[in-house]
């Protein structure tokens, strides 16, 4: 494979952050709008639907696309397979889940579990697709392309969405958007992809997917039933009204944070795998993305925190005023995910696949544990119940940091001081922006000046120490800014 250049992966990066941005923005006005017309109940049953469709979407998603660019001499007829098997694995998904879901509605009884879920499944097959066209263009870094046929995807069904919305047609609003962006994006990948020979299979190339894949998909399956099980377990012995809540409150921090890393995960894969054979390369590449991870996304996460009240009043209306202390809660747990998730890449990329499975399992083990003492037995809040969760993060954290400190030195000190300087300086912006509500200027404008102020005080903290990272995201966005207006000359 080729060597992924300092420019290339900057480039990449924009555009991929840029990508989740956008789409997040449109999923979030989608949202804002459902918000004001559904009840909580109704967005707990979405909340359920969608955990047992992304639980069967694991299968085809974690594993294949994952092997696909690990390989640094993937060609047609590896993805030609890929798509093969990936299509064969969404039929028996779907067939499980729709014969389960009259099961699942029973289970939480709530009648109407039973269509949705058998709606909503549907995407599964046109997942089956994009996850092996994406991973042909993540390989190549085409990220550029990426951008718009995600953006163009998310647009569409995202007006679809609010007119359906408009038009009274209320929890199948949300379930046609989440259906059609996925069916929009396989048309455009489609379309645009060059499939050279039609398609063929080979059962060399099978086996080499399905024996890397199937250690990937261990961890990925282990990973989401530990993070999934808290909305199991708020459905079940909470109610569906506090799954909403719950859901509601994740809303804000995964549409932001999560999309952040999601883009930075792209693009460091393959990265991580061109420099696979030289562990002090992959030290320092691996210390760079980390700083610049926690340097976006700390600041982002803080800001969360402090303007938490005003963000929930103003997007989804004072109804969801319940949603506060558990967005505030769950800041701690979105603190580690930048760093756990590229500390994991870097395990993928070195073929260190029996470690990230078995961390997952400790991790599953501990959360299990947890929510027996606190939720069953103690019966907490919704908000301390996602505390555990950030907990649990951490100590899976400093595990993870035993393993990339014995194959790259780069252990938890290192890591911890690499992360302290976004820290602090997000903790300075953070106290600055709760001080704004002081003022006493109504919800909107105190958000407005809130929005500005952390900004200001965030670039300007970063300007008087002469930090780094600023200055090198700067020059990467003149570069890229530069690159575009020579393209439009």
């Given amino acids: 494979m080729e060597k992924i250049t300092k420019h290339k992966f900057s480039s990449s990066l924009i555009w991929k952050i840029t990508e989740q941005l956008l789409s997040a923005s449109i999923t979030l006005m989608l949202t804002m709008i459902l918000a004001r017309i559904l009840s909580p109940k109704e967005f707990g049953v979405i909340t359920l639907a969608v955990v047992f469709v992304s639980f069967s979407e694991i299968f085809i998603q974690a594993g294949f696309n994952t092997a696909l660019i690990k390989k640094t001499d993937s060609d047609w007829l590896d993805y030609s397979t890929a798509l093969v098997l990936s299509m064969s694995l969404a039929v028996l998904l779907y067939s499980t889940v729709y014969f389960f879901a009259p099961a699942a509605s029973v289970y939480y009884n709530i009648k109407e579990l039973t269509i949705v879920l058998r709606t909503i499944a549907l995407v599964i097959f046109f997942n089956g697709i994009n996850t092996i066209l994406i991973a042909k263009n993540v390989s190549l870094m085409n990220f550029r392309f990426l951008f718009y046929v995600n953006i163009t995807s998310s647009l569409l069904s995202g007006v679809v969405g609010i007119v359906l919305a408009l038009l009274k047609y209320g929890i199948w609003a949300l379930v046609f958007q989440k259906l059609l962006q996925q069916v929009a994006l396989s048309f455009f990948l489609s379309i645009f992809y060059n499939w050279g020979n039609g398609f063929s299979f080979s059962k060399q190339r099978m086996k080499y997917l399905l024996s890397f894949s199937s250690k990937v998909l261990l961890g990925h399956f282990i990973a989401f039933v530990s993070d999934n099980i808290y909305s199991t377990v708020i459905g079940k012995i909470y109610s569906t009204e506090e799954l909403g809540y719950y859901d509601k409150a994740d809303t804000i921090p995964k549409s932001l944070v999560l999309n952040l890393v999601t883009a930075l995960m792209s693009v460091s894969l393959p990265t991580f795998s061109s420099y696979q054979c030289n562990t002090l390369e992959m030290k320092r590449v691996t210390r760079k993305v980390v700083k610049m991870a926690t340097y976006i996304i700390f600041p982002v996460i803080f800001g969360i925190y402090a303007t ?182």
């Fill in 308 to 489: 938490a009240n005003q963000l929930v009043v103003v997007l989804f209306s004072n109804k969801w005023i319940a949603s506060v202390p558990i967005i505030q809660s769950l800041c701690m747990w979105y603190l580690t995910v930048p760093v756990l998730q590229i500390l994991s890449q870097v395990l993928y990329a070195q073929g260190r696949l029996k470690i990230r499975s078995r961390l997952e399992i400790i991790k599953m083990v501990i959360t299990v544990f947890m929510l027996a003492v606190f939720v069953i037995l103690m019966k907490v809040k919704i908000s301390t119940l996602v505390l555990i969760k950030g907990f649990v993060s951490c100590i899976i954290l400093v595990l993870n940091s035993i393993y990339t400190k014995k194959y790259i030195d780069y252990g938890i000190l290192e890591q911890l001081s690499d992360m302290m300087i976004p820290f602090l300086y997000s903790t300075v912006m953070a106290l600055g922006v709760s001080c704004v509500p002081l003022l006493g200027y109504n919800i909107y404008i105190t958000l407005s000046v809130q929005f500005i102020f952390g900004i200001a005080l965030y670039i300007g903290t970063s300007i008087v120490f002469n930090d780094q990272n600023y200055y090198e995201l700067v020059k990467i966005l003149r570069k890229i800014i530069n690159r575009k207006g020579e393209s439009n000359e």
